[in-house]
């Protein structure tokens, strides 16, 4: 059973980077999509970006000046920076495990599996 | 402000159908496959159904997809207490070039 487990700081002062590790366990990271999603408290979602198991990036284009995900296999972890963050900023980061495929600039991509979630807030 | 539109919430009492619908555009539910998540209080969100109609192994036959044009629907037959949460519709979109989610339907159960 594929289990993914969110960490990192839980405070972020503004204007500083925000980031956060996802471990994979029970699978391996070396094939997929990996995936970071938001849900600000009490609103709905909103996907972050993805990292492919070959490196490849994808960011949603609201956020990607800031956002920067890596992966790193030997660890079975992927990771999510965010820079510059705001009080805006401040959501529940999911990170998920991400079928599908992208093709031609158009995508399909399913979170099949997710961690439980992590709530980070931005405040001084 | 989300490209993809859900009403706010639906109701039931147990063992109804409750219907929940999904409106988007071409370039979205018009173009590309639409999945739907479940998220029940204080958990993440779990895929209920993937590319249109199709149920992950474990997601009760209670639960249906569909999809027609620019929209797309979920109906939860024989509705049950344990139904009781957030469903949220996604697809990519190829004018953003970043998948989006529907703003949330909250269900009640009567």
């Known amino acids: 059973q594929v289990q993914l487990q969110e960490s990192g700081p839980g405070l972020v002062k503004p204007s500083e980077t925000l980031s956060l590790t996802c471990t994979v366990s029970?699978?391996?990271?070396?094939?997929?999509?990996w995936s970071w999603i938001r849900q600000p408290p009490g609103k709905g979602l909103e996907w972050v970006g993805y990292?492919?198991?070959?490196?490849?990036?994808n960011y949603n284009p609201s956020l990607k000046s800031r956002v920067t995900i890596s992966l790193d296999t030997s660890k079975s972890q992927f990771s999510l920076n965010l820079s510059s963050v705001t009080a805006a900023d401040t959501a529940i980061y999911y990170c998920?495990?991400?079928?599908?495929?992208?093709?031609?600039?158009?995508?399909?991509?399913?979170?099949?599996?997710w961690g439980q979630g992590t709530l980070v807030t931005v405040s001084s | 402000q989300s490209v993809l539109t859900q009403s706010p919430s639906a109701s039931g009492t147990p063992g109804q159908r409750v219907t929940i619908s999904c409106s988007g555009s071409?370039?979205?539910?018009?173009?590309?496959?639409v999945n739907w998540y479940q998220q029940l209080p204080g958990t993440a969100p779990k895929l209920l159904i993937s590319?249109?109609?199709q149920r992950p192994s474990g997601v009760p036959d209670r639960f249906s997809g569909s999809k027609s044009g620019t929209s797309a629907s979920l109906a939860i037959s024989g509705l049950q207490s344990e139904d009781e949460a957030d469903y949220y519709c996604?697809?990519?979109?190829?004018?953003?070039?970043?998948?989006?989610f529907g703003p949330g339907t909250k269900v009640t159960v009567l």
């Open positions: 071409t370039s979205n539910i018009g173009s590309n496959a």
């Open positions: 996604a697809a990519w979109d190829d004018s953003l070039n970043a998948q989006v």
């Open positions: 998920a495990r991400t079928g599908g495929y992208c093709s031609g600039g158009s995508c399909y991509l399913e979170f099949d599996y």
């Open positions: 990292i492919h198991y070959t490196g490849s990036t």
């Open positions: 590319v249109n109609n």
């Open positions: 029970g699978g391996s990271i070396s094939s997929f999509y």
